[in-house]
């Protein structure tokens, strides 16, 4: 009888391991030969230090329809000590559409953040895609606690039906929760995703799209039951589905104790009628409730409109649009597990005519315009202010209002047209057009110009780059001589690729160009590891040079010679170097840095050919004017002149003479004609001592000898130097002429 048991026992142990093993067997195969995706979340970046989103992960949701793909936003594999990191889960709201990642709003408020934190290495990872919703969050959720978020930001609800997995949803909509939890698991195995494209290519085989199918719009593609109406089953349906995920979700964060801001939601109530009106047994239809909010609005009750106008849209039967029973499960869950909570929606009623949403802030139905998303970046900064995180203390010398970047953001006109072309592309499909329409605006529409042409050919056609467009406009605009628009074009790109440095250059060096080297300078401290990149320290040093910021000049000057360069390079940096120092008045270092260029270039001459005037220095005396040149660079102003008297008590020359006279003239002691005019006797072509000679005359408003000095400055510097016309502006202002040629 036991032996009969023990064969019993041996032969179902076979019988069951034996197709694990083929399926084990299959699995490993599968995985050597590289068949199917590696679909985690986060996988290592092209820079080994960084990790990425997974561009593949959408396929763990989508079978029937194309998947949609995240942001390529970058973190640091290790956490920094100095380190604050957010992520923020959302839909296609959060990730930006209609526009590109330069003007989501978590890049806005990353850079706020980093403006007010700027000793903090923050990251702010942006997990939102298109039509995904609460199924996707909690699915995230595990792989996003393994990398140490110190608060996850979310924004989420509006895609409960039609959105991947959802109660109504074309993609998985139909199955039990337990299926789709079931998929959500197996996914990740190549055998059950060679299971699953043998199934889809067979789908495909016996039901191939149609011509006017392959026109539909992702919103149209994504609707599997397109009527659910108020407070149906399917309705009801919806709100469970996301309770329960969201409620998973929080377990999940509180336990890990992991801070959560979450936000109730926005729609278009005042300028988007309902998609379609039911005839109810206990409400009126949508359309009618919705023309009664238009009349109450034109007699500017406002109240009665707005609470008539989201009455419209939770009566719409078609769900593009979250019902206000989702806010309200949203507030109630923050309640529960103790949540920060913001409200957007308020915000934006704030900031509406009459507290009514409509196309002052939206670009359609639910998605944020680029006012829009400067203001969902301006909440989500205020919650996070209000409750502390980050730091107790905010530098409020450091927050500037949400239009203040909007006003300095990089995106252009190709940017807001691109978004337009696609906005108009979804609204001629439905369910803005009805059912019956077919969506023939890629073959209809007709371009205006050389921006409506690019921004066009990238909504016709999926494999046109933006990148593409962004630089072929760039190259137009520079051939035209429009460089701010050029460098406009490349800032676009740098904002929405931050970690390619390349992009940030072309648009520094197209600034400095249009000499526009405060913007130049801008965009290069904003360009990935700057301190380490010689072409960023060169049009740094030449930006503060031409702004007459000599000592930050300098600093990057010295920054370049640093970092490994080649001869030629290592010369450039040396000629630099050796241009800031005479500009600055240091002749003492100049001479040193022009001996060592006329070892690798003999014939080199220095500024204007002029004898170097450290020949004017005796070697008994340059200790003296080197500690007197290193006191005053410090602001050591005193100290520095009593040396230089002893100097002079010594043996007097020019050139200490010329230093005396411009600490005087710092200190506003008349007695600095003195000594600035005794150095011009000797010292000729210095561009300093005639910007010093000058000051000095229109403070004793000797204005005929001020305008001598003026112009021997602008001949040796040229007329294009800022401190050129600097003087220019001080000579106009004090002596009340023109100065130069235009003064008879």
């Known amino acids: 009888m036991k032996i009969e048991i023990k064969k019993k026992i041996f032969f179902y142990s076979v019988l069951i391991s034996t197709p694990l093993f083929l399926v084990g067997i299959l699995e490993f195969s599968l995985r050597l030969f590289s068949y199917g995706d590696n679909l985690s979340l986060f996988i290592p970046a092209s820079n080994p230090d960084y990790l990425t989103i997974n561009q593949n992960v959408g396929k763990r949701y989508f079978t029937k329809v194309e998947e949609t793909t995240p942001l390529n936003d970058f973190f640091l594999k290790e956490k920094p000590v100095n380190g604050y990191r957010l992520f923020i889960l959302g839909e296609s709201s959060v990730q930006g559409f209609p526009y590109d990642a330069n003007l989501a709003f978590s890049r806005i408020l990353q850079r706020r953040l980093k403006d007010v934190f700027p000793n903090h290495k923050i990251e702010v990872v942006n997990l939102g895609m298109t039509a995904i919703n609460s199924y996707t969050l909690l699915d995230f959720t595990d792989e996003l606690l393994k990398q140490k978020p110190d608060a996850v930001l979310i924004y989420t609800g509006h895609n409960e039906y039609y959105g991947a997995l959802g109660v109504a949803s074309m993609e998985n909509g139909e199955i039990a929760v337990w299926l789709k939890k079931l998929h959500l698991y197996f996914i990740h195995f190549r055998t059950y995703q060679l299971l699953r494209n043998v199934i889809g290519g067979f789908f495909k085989l016996i039901h191939p799209p149609n011509q006017n199918e392959a026109k539909e719009t992702l919103m149209q593609q994504m609707v599997g039951k397109n009527i659910i109406p108020y407070n149906s089953e399917m309705y009801n349906e919806g709100l469970s589905q996301f309770r329960d995920n969201m409620s998973r979700l929080f377990t999940k964060l509180k336990k890990a104790k992991v801070a959560v801001i979450i936000s109730d939601l926005v729609s278009n109530i005042k300028d988007l009628p309902p998609f379609y009106s039911l005839k109810y047994e206990n409400n009126p239809p949508a359309d009618s409730i919705y023309s009664m909010a238009k009349r109450f609005e034109a007699d500017s009750l406002f109240g009665i409109a707005k609470e008539n106008y989201v009455r419209a849209k939770d009566l719409d039967a078609i769900r593009f649009r979250a019902p206000e029973s989702i806010n309200k499960i949203i507030s109630d869950l923050a309640d529960s597990f103790n949540l920060y909570h913001i409200s957007l929606k308020s915000l934006f009623e704030k900031n509406s005519p009459g507290g ?150 072309s648009a520094a060096n197209l600034s400095f160009k249009a000499k526009n080297y405060g913007n130049c300078i801008n965009i290069l401290k904003e360009s990935p590891n700057p301190d380490t990149s010689a072409f960023a320290q060169f049009i740094l ?170 112009n021997d400055f602008i001949r040796i510097k040229g007329n294009d130097d800022p401190q050129s016309e600097q003087l220019q502006i001080l000579y106009e202002k004090q002596s009340g002429r023109k100065p130069l040629s235009s003064e008879k």
């Open 356 to 505: 009514l949403i409509g196309n002052n802030l939206m670009a359609e139905h639910l998605h944020a315009n680029i006012d829009g998303h400067f203001l969902m970046a301006e909440g989500f900064f205020n919650g996070l202010r209000e409750y502390k995180m980050i730091g107790n203390e905010w530098d409020s010398l450091n927050i500037k209002p949400w239009s203040y970047y909007k006003a300095n953001w990089g995106y252009t006109e190709l940017d807001s047209m691109i978004a337009e072309i696609r906005i108009k592309h979804l609204k001629a499909g439905w369910p803005f057009k009805p059912d019956t329409t077919v969506n023939n605006f890629k073959f209809t529409y007709k371009p205006n110009g050389i921006v409506d042409s690019l921004a066009f050919m990238t909504v016709k056609y999926s494999d046109a780059s933006i990148e593409n467009a962004h630089k072929n406009l760039a190259k137009f605009y520079e051939s035209k001589g429009e460089l701010k628009k050029a460098s406009d074009e490349y800032l676009s790109l740098a904002y929405m690729y931050p970690m390619t440095a390349s992009y940030f250059y």
């Open 541 to 710: 040093s030449n930006s503060y040079y031409m702004q007459g910021k000599y000592d930050e000049a300098l600093s990057s000057v010295n920054k370049l010679q640093k970092l490994p360069q080649n001869e030629s390079n290592n010369l450039l940096s040396e000629k630099l170097k050796y241009k800031i120092l005479i500009a600055s008045g240091n002749n003492y270092e100049a001479e040193k840095i022009l001996a060592s260029i006329k070892k690798s270039e003999p014939g080199f001459s220095g500024s204007g050919g002029n004898k170097p005037l450290i020949i004017l220095i005796p070697e008994k005396i340059k200790p003296y004017i080197e500690k007197a040149e290193r006191l005053r660079r410090n602001g050591q102003l005193s100290e520095a002149l009593a040396i230089l008297t002893e100097a002079n008590s010594i043996q007097e020359t020019a050139y200490s003479n010329l230093l005396i006279g411009k600490i005087l003239l710092r200190q506003n002691n008349p007695n600095s004609s003195i000594y600035l005019e005794k150095a011009s006797k000797e010292i000729k072509d210095d561009p300093s001592l005639s910007y010093n000679l000058c000051l000095l005359y229109l403070m004793k408003k000797d204005f005929p000898n001020a305008k001598v000095a003026m």
